[in-house]
T-cell receptor, first 114, second 115 residues
């Protein structure tokens, strides 16, 4: 069994300030973890993924996330927010080798103020 | 990276008509594709798993006669919303998995509006 909890439904930051989107997971096996971003009326785009290699994962557009097994967390961060980062973000946990066993978080809406 | 194409992006239809949405994997073969429905401000809800050459597997509560899925080739899955009604209006997204990491590649989504 697996589950994922995104701890904040909405996050608002000012442009140029750090971004932190929190994700906790539970899994009965070694999971793969993903962060996806969705802009309005668009599909989901992969930001980064953890698949049992390095625990600090760097993704596109300056985002990174750290897999912390002891805390069962996979928080997404970015040092400096840009207006174009405003979007919906989804944390996803998946069973390795089986994309069909993916569980989606409820999403976090990121607002970036000028 | 892998590309999944979904068409049409927007469709408006009259109540009672059927609408077909296509999902294509452009640069890889996808034996399995997934169809989701997304309501405003909500996460993706898995509707069904589309299996190439066999019947789709539907999630509990999804009407298989309402949402017909066909996966006739390794690169194409279609979702047909039959006898559409206004309550079927939604954003539908497909995805396909590739490799052994559990990563999903998503289509751009299709906004269905039933009048």
């Amino acid at each position: 069994a697996q589950s994922v909890t995104q701890l904040d439904s909405h996050v608002s930051v000012s442009e140029g300030t750090p971004v932190l989107l929190r994700c906790n997971y539970s899994s009965s096996y070694s999971p793969s973890l993903f962060w996806y971003v969705q802009h309005p009326n668009k599909g989901l785009q992969l930001l980064l993924k953890y698949t049992s290699a390095a625990t600090l994962v760097k993704g596109i557009n300056g985002f990174e996330a750290e897999f912390k097994k002891s805390e069962t967390s996979f928080h997404l961060t970015k040092p400096s927010a840009h207006m174009s980062d405003a979007a919906e973000y989804f944390c996803v946990v998946s069973q390795n080798t089986n994309a069909g066993k993916s569980t989606f978080g409820d999403g976090t809406t990121l607002t970036v103020k000028p | 990276g892998a590309v999944v194409s979904q068409h049409p992006s927007w469709v408006i239809c009259k109540s009672g008509t059927s609408v077909k949405i296509e999902c294509r994997s452009l640069d890889f073969q996808a034996t399995t594709m997934f169809w989701y429905r997304q309501f405003p401000k909500q996460s993706l809800m898995l509707m069904a798993t589309s299996n190439e050459g066999s019947k789709a597997t539907y999630e509990q509560g999804v009407e298989k006669d309402k949402f017909l899925i066909n996966h006739a080739s390794l690169t194409l899955s279609t979702l047909t919303v039959t006898s559409a009604h206004p309550e079927d209006s939604s954003f539908y997204i497909c995805s396909a998995g590739r490799g052994d990491t559990g990563e999903l590649f998503f289509g751009e989504g299709s906004r269905l509006t039933v009048l």
